[in-house]
């Protein structure tokens, strides 16, 4: 079985092959993982064909003042939830006008800050190429604070993949 790392390192570099292939300029829009999904993407030669920029939003300022993300979403859903994760991809692509694809990450990577409602391990995602309809996921992983990032990051890259197979 394939290690996480490997998977990771294998996963970016296809994306970032494809990415600088169709001109697809990707931006990111991380909280839980701080930035680690723009870090397995830059760790691959060549990726500055494919990489526009990261935006590590992990306060709710941030994500208001840099993505866009509305008082309003925070209040009523929270940080953690579908409805911030959409707001946040939108707004990457909407502040980045270089990039055409997006993926934003919101969670709770513990290993304090979990509810009943939204356990430690909760992360929304979202990937949206400019001009379409997000694709929203969510999933609950196991584990503590560094193998939840690891696996969100892991996750994200998949869902950016699987953004540039489809075309759309």
């Known amino acids: 079985m394939m290690s ?3 998977e990771t390192s294998l996963l970016a570099a296809q994306i970032v092959k494809q990415a600088a292939a169709r001109g697809s300029p990707i931006v990111t829009a991380e909280s839980c993982t701080g930035g680690m999904v723009a870090a ?4 691959i030669p060549g990726s ?3 990489f526009e920029r ?3 939003t992990y306060s709710n300022a941030a994500k208001r003042e840099l993505l ?5 979403t925070l209040d009523q859903h929270g940080a953690v939830s579908s409805q911030t994760a959409a707001q946040m991809v939108a707004g990457a692509l909407a502040h980045t006008p270089s990039a055409s694809l997006a993926v934003a990450i919101t969670g709770v990577a513990g290993p304090s800050g979990g509810s009943a409602e939204k356990p430690v391990g ?3 995602f ?4 400019r001009d379409s309809n997000a694709r929203l996921a969510e999933k609950i992983f196991p584990g503590d604070r560094s193998a939840i990032r690891v696996q969100a990051t892991l996750f994200a890259l998949k869902m950016l993949a699987e953004m540039l197979e489809s075309g759309d």
Do not use: F, R
């Open 4 to 6: 996480q790392t490997t």
């Open 40 to 43: 397995a993407l830059t760790e």
């Open 48 to 50: 500055s064909a494919a």
């Open 54 to 56: 990261g935006l590590v």
């Open 68 to 72: 866009g993300v509305l008082a309003s």
């Open 122 to 124: 909760l992360v929304h």
């Open 126 to 129: 979202a990937c949206q190429h």
